[in-house]
């Protein structure tokens, strides 16, 4: 008999109805001779409406982590007790577990933490006396403290892959409110065709780069394990896409196979620096000190006679407010200009494994923007991404002309997106 891990989405069990659609599917998939592990998400958009709650009742102080994972974690176990009840109403056996009842053991970072081991007893043995297994995602617990955890936002598709990999699963099926991953956000791109397989490699490029369709760390977790992943609508039966080791396999026939668009990110520019060694390395160490992670670096060319030079980069726009104070330190000793924030940019991120054997795919990328009128203000690349920083507000008409100029926009008809409200 196989063992199926699924994960439903907060829109998949958006609401009662939902909830017992969700329930007649995974009996369907019971009944078809499948062991049957689901993990579900807060329903709707529950996880933001409790970050919306906790900042109504603590407005001068962020809440304590500790409280806020506890909180946090509450959507989830709301999910897992009604699709429990909801199988029971269809006649069929159904246990609920909260993500430390399942066994799921993280390391302290309330709010990110990350699954050190997982120890599924409790879950094996529910299988093995017929019933289907429900888990809260997104959530474990702290061994040492007995404390609750939450694994970051999206985090409910993690618990999945970390479910899959201790059961040995012979799949994790990602359900959610789409046809799979595709070639690009399909809010932001209407004319987006669903990808039949991707890599690890590339689906990592792109979750790093600001496709929400799967939890980076679970893309991780997937390709260190081998965890063979299935994205696919919950409100459909269409294949979905695989994510798995496919090299040498046949891949698709398109140059990149998608593009990933993020406006999450702030632009820092630090003017005026003295051009010396060991000038960078001082201002990325204090950063880093800080727990702040930078992606995208550019050093411009110092100004002839001057020696001075620009120093660029992105991070996460939420953590703007706590490299201030390290900047403004940096300024002080380094003695440079001053330091402009941009939080109005967009980043485009084209991935596929075909970037590495085509010289042409950067020029192809600038040549679509140019023919836009669009201005590029930093650019970078990996061996299968090439990734550019515009203006925020030209965003989705360089996505569009980008998806267009690598000929993936769908023949007749936009994407349906069945449902969520993309918040
Ligand atoms: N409910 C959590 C969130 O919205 C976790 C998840 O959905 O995966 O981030
Ligand atoms: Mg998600």
Redesign the pocket.
Known sequence: MALVVCKF??SSVADAASIRRVARRVVYLQQAGNQVVVVV??MGD???ELLDLAAQVSPKEPPTPRELDIL?SS??RISMALLAMAIGDLGYRAQAFTGPQAGLLTDNSYGDARITEVQPERISQSLAGGNVAIVA??QGFHPDSFDTTTLG?????TTAVALAHALDASVCEIYTDVDGVFTADPRVVPAARPIQSITYEEMLELAAHGAKIL?LRAVEYARRHGVKLHVRSSFSTIPGTIVADQEGTEMEQSVITGLATDQSRAKITAVGVPDRPGIAAEMFEAIAAAGINVDMVVQNVSVTGTGKTDISFTINQGEVARLQPVLAELQRTMGFANVQFNEAIGTISVVGAGVRSNPGVAARVFGALRDEGINIDMISASEVRISVVIDSADLQAAAQAIHRAFELDREGGEAIIYAGTGR
């Open positions: 989405g907060g998400s807060a529950t996880t933001d946090l959507g989830e995602g997104f936002r999206g985090g409910s598709d939890h």
